[in-house]
């Protein structure tokens, strides 16, 4: 069974620092990508970044230039460094999986991570 479990959220000043971990397990392939989403009070869940595990990074314009996805692919992990935070970041972060799972492609989603940014 595959696990994904997400950490790092909290409060945090506008123009401050938070980073988010994304361990994966439960999967031996090696070729995985890893998918950051969230979700602002009142609004749908988006895509704003994923990193696969050759390296590959792909960024939503609204966070471009201040996040940055890396990974840790001995441990199957991905960290989401948010600098420069704005209040408009505050939402519910979830970490997204895709994996090979018996020569198909699944995924799997973490419980989310509450991110604040308020004075």
């Known amino acids: 069974q595959v696990h994904i479990v997400e950490s790092g959220g909290g409060l945090v000043h506008p123009g401050g620092s938070l980073r988010l971990s994304c361990a994966a397990s439960?999967?031996?392939?090696?070729?995985?990508?890893m998918n950051w989403y969230r979700q602002p009070p009142g609004q749908e869940r988006a895509l704003i970044a994923d990193i696969t595990s050759g390296g590959r990074t792909n960024y939503d314009a609204s966070v471009k230039g201040r996040f940055t996805a890396s990974r840790d692919n001995v441990e199957k992990t991905t960290y989401l460094q948010m600098n420069d935070l704005k209040p408009e970041d505050t939402a519910v972060y979830y970490c997204?999986?895709?994996?090979?799972?018996?020569?198909?492609?699944?995924?799997?989603w973490g419980q989310g991570t509450q991110v604040t940014v308020s004075s």
């Open positions: 439960g999967f031996t392939n090696d070729t995985w990508r």
């Open positions: 997204n999986v895709d994996y090979v799972w018996e020569g198909m492609w699944r995924d799997s």
